[in-house]
């Protein structure tokens, strides 16, 4: 069974002339658990939108979007943010560390709405992650590359299913690229997560066993590359 | 990481702006609990600080500078009164205990205050409390030259037992001024809490006839300190009668403590000032919470953001925020306390010093519970906004 299944999801957004536009307009797609995919897209393929829509932040219009059984578009926006905290990791192109909080604390608040947090496993986390030693480290005082290393394992602290990788490497130098993906998918094996990894970095295609390309996925972003969409 | 710790790092992230508003919570806490605790306090000490007299007759004057000149030692004597005068109203039969008091000079700047030695060995100054002299010493006799010494100035000029001194003429401290004549001081009393503390007490006939006083006014005294007989409650309405509607030469104050309190009743256009200030600082320091989250808001949207995808529901994000203003209030009241601790005992330690009134800041006032919570629903209040702006905050638009 597909940890995660997508059938004939619609998500549209007004138009500056009025209207709605389709950013996103996906028949089928499935992933395995344990899976990696790299989704692969230009700008404005709706790429953020659809990871959006299966972490439930972004509500579709039309269409189901079912993960581990539960079909995420028919939950109460209480029920998909409790569904976020417990299956869902998420890693982000800007990190989005918060500056507030210790190295340590960031990989907790990674866990802490769903089943809690526990400071051994965030510690184990970033000894993965090779900043054992740097936990009490605040953001700032940190390198784009260990930035997006704490990221990595605050997506994996509440144990998901499925972790969405959001150009995670597009901020970083080729050498801090290859290590944080190398990380995200180690990781992810290791901890029998599905990866659904967003990147338009053609370099990547060897390093995922499945590749799709969002304008082939999605009918919306076709549209788009062909002049019909938004962008 | 519970809400209440995302709300510490929260403040702990805007620092300054923080220590800002808590300091703003806390001088206006500070300020409702001193405008209305503490002056609630002073009224009710100085009122009950009346020596455990219920009426002074003093010369013809007012009734305040008579009470402040002969309960309180303040202010000056608005003249004499005959030695006859005080000799007849003893006779009073509702007139349980009468005790005549003179002053008019000083020792370096303390006021002596004569009188006769049963005011300090028979007379309660309040319930079931009587002048003790400490270890050591003994209260004066009549016609020495023998001096008792309130607490508050044996402990400020070092006064002891054997000392001696000139007294100086007038209330004000003036060193050319000074009496040949010598006391010697012979006890100290132990501390009253009341401005019995801070005067030096000699016999009545020493300042009568002390080197350079009037001899016409030998047997002269300043006023007569009346305690009334128990159930004697007409005997104030029949004094006031005769010596203040009938008479024209002496004024009695009656009830000696109503007049203090009448005073305090003048003043009150002052405390309306404080009040409103204090009403001021409390919606700025209101005001400042609300615009230091409301205006962070923006930059913390993505923090928000962030929160939220990362599984925090809605309601959370607005605690958190909420929080943060409770949290601020919190910090500002518990300042706050301490701010009025430190002002009641500076101020206390002042009112004793010039009037021997002790105060007590913590005296159980309901000042002391309102002020505090009326700070804190301000803080709520204030928080409302900010957190409702949390609340509504646009997730996606806002993931950088």
């Given at each position: 069974m597909a940890l995660l299944s997508i059938r004939d999801l619609v998500k549209g957004y007004p138009s500056e002339w009025g209207g709605l536009v389709d950013v996103v307009n996906i028949t089928a797609f499935e992933l395995q658990p344990g899976e990696q995919v790299l989704l692969q897209g230009e700008s404005g393929s709706g790429k953020s939108t659809l990871l959006n829509l299966i972490a439930g932040i972004v509500v579709a219009d039309s269409g189901e979007i079912v993960l581990s059984g539960e079909n995420i578009i028919s939950l109460s926006e209480s029920a998909r943010d409790t569904h976020r905290a417990r299956s869902l990791g998420y890693v982000f192109q800007n990190f989005n560390l918060l500056n507030g909080y210790s190295c340590l604390e960031n990989v907790e608040l990674g866990m802490s709405f769903g089943a809690g947090a526990d400071r051994d496993y965030a510690l184990q986390l970033l000894a993965r992650v090779g900043l054992a030693n740097r936990h009490n480290y605040r953001p700032d005082q940190l390198s784009q590359g260990q930035k997006q290393r704490v990221a990595i394992a605050r997506a994996l602290a509440n144990r998901p299913k499925l972790v969405l990788a959001d150009e995670p490497t597009g901020n970083l130098d080729p050498t801090n690229a290859a290590i944080a993906l190398e990380l995200i998918q180690s990781l992810c094996r290791e901890n029998g997560a599905a990866l659904l990894f967003v990147s338009h970095d053609p370099q990547l295609l060897s390093k995922f066993g499945r590749f799709i390309d969002l304008a082939e996925l999605n009918q919306a972003a076709c549209l788009s590359s062909k002049g019909g969409g938004i962008e | 990481m519970s809400p209440v710790a995302m709300a510490f790092r929260g403040v702990r992230e805007r620092r300054v702006s923080s220590i800002i508003t808590i300091l703003a919570v806390a001088l206006a806490c500070s300020l409702l609990m001193l405008v209305w605790a503490f002056k609630k306090e002073a009224e009710q000490s100085f009122a009950g600080a009346n020596g455990g007299f219920d009426a002074v007759l003093g010369p013809r004057g007012s009734k305040l500078q008579i009470v402040l000149n002969a309960l309180y030692h303040l202010d000056e004597s608005p003249g004499l009164m005959k030695w006859k005068d005080f000799e007849q109203l003893t006779k009073y039969p509702a007139i349980e205990a009468a005790y005549p008091i003179a002053v008019g000079d000083n020792y370096r700047g303390y006021r002596l205050v004569g009188t006769v030695s049963d005011y300090l060995s028979?007379?309660?100054?309040?319930?079931d409390r009587n002048f003790e002299v400490e270890e050591g010493g003994t209260l004066f006799e009549e016609k020495s030259m023998n001096a008792v010494v309130g607490n508050l100035v044996a402990r400020r000029l070092g006064m002891e037992v054997g000392d001696t001194f000139h007294p100086y003429h007038g209330l004000i401290y003036n060193e050319s001024a000074k009496h040949e004549e010598i006391y010697t001081v012979t006890g100290i009393l132990k501390p009253t809490g009341t401005p019995a503390d801070k005067v030096i007490w000699i016999p009545i006939s020493g300042i009568q006839t002390m080197s350079g006083h009037d001899p016409k006014a030998a047997t002269d005294i300043s006023a007569a300190l009346l305690k009334f007989k128990q159930g004697a409650n007409m005997a104030g309405f029949q004094l006031d009668m005769l010596y203040n509607k009938q008479g024209n030469r002496l004024t009695l104050a009656w009830p000696a403590n109503r007049t203090i309190v009448q005073f305090f009743d003048k003043i009150s256009w002052f405390d309306k000032i404080l009040q409103a200030v204090a009403a001021l600082v409390a919606i700025i320091a209101g005001g400042s919470i609300l615009a230091i989250l409301y205006n962070t808001m923006n930059e913390r949207k993505r923090d928000i953001a962030v929160l939220r995808a990362l599984g925090a529901k809605r309601f959370t994000v607005f605690t958190i925020s909420l929080l943060e203003a409770v949290g601020m209030t919190l910090a500002g009241v518990v300042a706050g306390f301490v701010v009025y601790s430190v002002l009641g005992f500076a101020i206390g330690e002042v009112v004793q010093r010039e009037t021997g009134v002790l105060l007590n800041p913590f005296t159980g006032n309901a000042a002391m519970i309102w002020a505090p919570l009326g700070m804190l629903g301000i803080g709520v209040l204030s928080g409302l906004l900010p957190s409702l702006k949390a609340y509504r905050t646009d997730v996606s638009k806002n993931l950088s």
């Open positions: - | 028979k007379h309660s100054y309040a319930e």
